[in-house]
């Protein structure tokens, strides 16, 4: 027992040999699994520098605009334009005869960032309004909704248009007969009586021929199988009237609730019009300025020529300006500064000035009518209205005594809050 208690077991040479062998085979094994972790290290700071590097890049690519435009008789400072010391710029330049150039920009000195296109525009001032007005706009040539069944004759359910017609195309032309209204194409329906008709129609801005054949109905009459709309109606804002009677509105063009898609228009008009009363806008519910429009001839202000993403465009007639427009000078993108500005536009008792805020400016917007973020913080509009409403698109957004913008969208989840297009996109396109 004594022994058992006390003894070792021996070892011969060999086994200690093998024994020192094993201890020296860990210590390499060890040593390769530094290496590797310091060459992992080493890959990982350097990726790391170079997502950095990229990042800083592409933001500082991203914060320099595409396009601007400058005064023509002032000269730019482009060192606190670009308000970075890492970024330099090209100090000769060879000019257009339209008096625009190009300005390349590098980093470093060395990286090329971006070319931006430079514009040069006269200063000039408008009269800006912020007034409620009725839209009327008639599409060009009639608008297909959607297509639908019909039952004909014998009581089967058909539907003649599907896989010919599709919703957002445009029929300008039936059998060569220019197009010029939803009742006409009625018309020339009837008088069809069943035989196959060649229609031309306007497809995502190309022109194409289609062929479709009536189906008499049920009562004996014919029909197509589609819904159509030749015309569009509305209110929104006045945004401002240049001293030539070309006015800007909305700051965003108005599209078909049903497709989607913005309408192409052969002309409208523009009527006064008068908020009734407002449906407060709350979190998840966009709010409502609810107006009347009269039709009436002597309330018919201008009319309309362009609908496109920068908003309604037209002509103003003369002696239908109004008095509560002011004239004052527009500002360029670069000219905005984040901080304290107002907006214009009447919520049923006439046209006020409100306070808001202006918390972010993208100078190179790819929406082109969402260029800024603001905030009303006036307590007596966000105690009526909640914020910004429908009907209020187009309203002017004014700071240091220029129109900057006008008001274009609002947040759904947040009232208060919405989005802005810059002045010089709805005046310069």
Known sequence: DHRDLHSFPTRRSSDLTNG???????????????????????????????SLFILIYGTMKDHIPDEIFVYADEETDWETFFQEPLISYDETVEVSQNGSYQIRCKWLGVLPLKT???????????????????????????????????TDREGIRRTP???????????????GKVLTGKRQLMQLVRENQGEPMELQVIRHQETIKLEMTPVETEDGSYKLGIWVRDNIQ???????????????ALGHGISDADTGERL??????????????????????????????NYREE????????????????????????????????GLKQEIQTGKAEIRCDI??????????????DSNARDTNKCFVLRITDDDLLSRTGGIVQGMSGSPVLQNGKLIGAITHVFVNDPAKGYGIFAENMIEH
């Not at 017609?165 to 039936?174: A, P």
């Open 20 to 50: 020192e062998d094993k201890t020296k085979g860990c210590g390499g094994n060890l040593q390769e699994k530094q290496k590797k972790y310091r060459k992992f290290l080493w890959y990982a700071l350097v990726g790391t520098l170079l």
């Open 116 to 150: 931006i296109k430079v514009h040069t525009v006269e200063k000039q001032e408008v009269l800006v309004s912020g007034s409620p007005v009725g839209i009327y706009m008639e599409t060009k040539g009639v608008l297909v909704i959607d297509s639908g069944e019909i």
């Open 161 to 175: 248009a599907e896989h010919i017609i599709q919703s957002g195309d445009y029929i300008c032309e039936i059998d």
């Open 234 to 248: 509305g209110i929104g804002t006045l945004t401002y009237v240049e001293p030539n009677g070309t006015f800007g």
């Open 264 to 293: 192409e228009i052969s002309d409208g008009d523009l009527y006064r019009a008068d908020i009734l009363s407002i449906r407060k806008g709350t979190a998840g519910t966009p709010g409502e300025l609810r107006g009347v429009i």
């Open 299 to 330: 309330n018919r202000i201008g009319t309309i020529c362009g609908n496109s993403q920068y908003g309604i465009r037209g002509q103003l007639e003369p002696g239908k300006y109004s008095e509560s427009m002011k004239k004052i000078p527009t």
């Open 348 to 361: 049923g008792d006439g046209i006020r000035e409100y306070q808001c805020e202006i918390l972010e400016i």
